[in-house]
């Protein structure tokens, strides 16, 4: 099968180097290094993920400082979360208390990321709304080490992720414009291994200085340290001016209302669907109890389940920006289907350990390309509002997805669950094929 690049067509390094593959027409907006037309059938258009582009040997500073800033946050705040339910029962507090100073504090995230999304498409500088969410986030989380009653807990537990709620959206642009198109999945890939990294190291460091006489306070109260080595990797950021918004791949034209484009807002609502099945991984814990993992392991696990995602994310980050990212997504969709079916029939604790590692990568393929599809569709100048909807979305359906999940666990059984996810997760995977035909194939009108 023969193909030919368009001629209206012009790639992003002829258009820097002068040299045109074409003249401007109507999809001049589209460009040759995302599509090529199929010679066999006239008029199709398909999307091959940027093959003629090339790759720095290197991330970019900026996706470096930020990749350690998460580090350094994680670390310090999974110090401390493990902790937390001894903690707030130690004074005083119920279970159910656990779960509302969670969800209110997710909420309050959630709602902070879409106003912040949308504040940093009304700034050229994104760097303050970042540095000031990881400010608060460092400054109030040590206080945990002074709270005398549950409600103080409730404070700055909330106060922290009212710091991730502003640093979120504004963060994620700067990781978008740090890099071309083409590396959007390597990037994000990188920034969400390095998260997960801090995931891995936080316990384990509480562990270490637990078991080296500290006291549960002293542990929280020396979080301050990679706290204050996070903002200082903020600092070290450099954000570049922002330049003019380039024609775009897969995006729309923005028409006068400044609104987000059809096919994005689409997409969305298939994150929407799948958010829906994904409940907290709290449950998963719970299952690898019934199924005889000790309780003593179940940290261990946990681990393990991390470090599956630092390996993933940044691997399957990368291959997303060689392959199609909406084909890797449903891949990893169909790997969490997989992996909750299996769950519900599994019946030894070797099959957990197994399957967790599964789980674990099925991370690695959605998290960095949910993002660089993001990256792809929204205009430069509204990538605020696109983070922001898109990490609103996650949080909301958060709340919905955990009650039905544990209705179902509680009033009929684990296996239902497990299965009621796999089959909200199934019709988000069809709709994402759906979806993605406008990948392959672009019609007027879509």
């Known amino acids: 099968m023969s193909k030919v690049i368009c001629p209206s067509f012009t790639s992003p390094d002829a ?57 350094l946050t994680d670390v310090g705040s999974d110090m401390i979360f493990p902790l937390l339910p001894g903690f707030i029962a130690a004074l005083g507090g119920q279970t159910a208390f656990l779960g509302l100073i969670e969800g209110i504090a997710d909420a309050t995230s959630s709602v902070l990321k879409l ?15 970042v540095l000031l969410g990881y400010g608060i986030s460092s400054s109030v989380r040590p206080l945990m080490a002074l709270a005398l009653a549950p409600w103080h807990v409730l404070c700055v537990r909330t106060l922290d992720r009212v710091g991730k709620g502003i640093r979120t959206s504004p963060r994620d642009v700067l990781l978008s414009s740090a890099v071309p198109a083409h590396e959007a999945g390597r990037a994000f890939g990188f920034h969400r291994a390095m998260d997960h990294a801090g995931a891995v190291v936080g316990p384990l460091l509480a562990t270490l200085m637990l078991s080296q006489g500290w006291s549960v306070r002293d542990v929280f109260a020396a979080a301050v340290v990679p706290g204050v080595l996070s903002v200082l990797c903020v600092l070290s950021v450099r954000e570049a001016p922002a330049p003019p918004a380039p024609p775009r791949a897969h995006s729309e034209p ?45 940290p261990l696990l946990w681990t393990a389940l991390h470090v599956v995602k630092v390996a ?20 990893g969709w ?64 958060a709340i919905p997805a955990g009650v039905l999940t544990g209705y179902l666990w509680q009033s009929f059984s684990p296996e239902v669950a497990l299965r009621t996810g796999a089959a909200f997760a199934a019709l988000a995977c069809l709709l994402l094929g759906w979806w993605s035909r406008g990948f392959r194939r672009l019609r007027p009108g879509l």
């Open 15 to 71: 258009r820097r180097g002068g040299k045109k593959l074409g003249a401007a027409g109507p999809l001049d907006w589209l460009t040759a290094d995302n599509y090529t037309l199929d010679a066999s059938r006239v008029g199709a258009l398909r999307y091959v993920s940027e093959p003629t582009a090339v790759r720095t040997s290197r991330l970019p500073r900026t996706v470096i400082a930020l990749g350690l800033t998460s580090f």
């Open 115 to 129: 106003a912040s999304g949308l504040w940093a498409d009304r700034t050229p500088r994104k760097k303050p709304l």
């Open 254 to 298: 923005v028409p006068s209302g400044q609104r987000l484009p059809k096919r994005l807002w689409s997409y969305l609502g298939i994150i929407a669907v799948f958010a829906l099945s994904n409940s907290s991984d709290a449950f998963l814990l719970v299952r690898a109890r019934e199924l005889g993992v000790d309780v003593a392991a179940l």
């Open 312 to 331: 993933s994310a940044y691997l399957f980050g990368t291959l997303s920006d060689r392959v199609s990212r909406p084909a890797l997504l449903g891949f």
């Open 334 to 397: 169909l790997t969490y289907i997989a992996s909750y079916l299996l769950l519900a029939v599994a019946t030894e604790p070797w099959q957990v350990w197994a399957l967790f590692a599964l789980y674990g990568t099925y991370y690695g393929m959605t998290e960095p390309v949910e993002r660089a599809l993001i990256r792809e569709l929204a205009p430069t100048s509204m990538q605020g509002r696109a983070f922001g909807y898109f990490n609103l979305i996650g949080g909301l359906c």
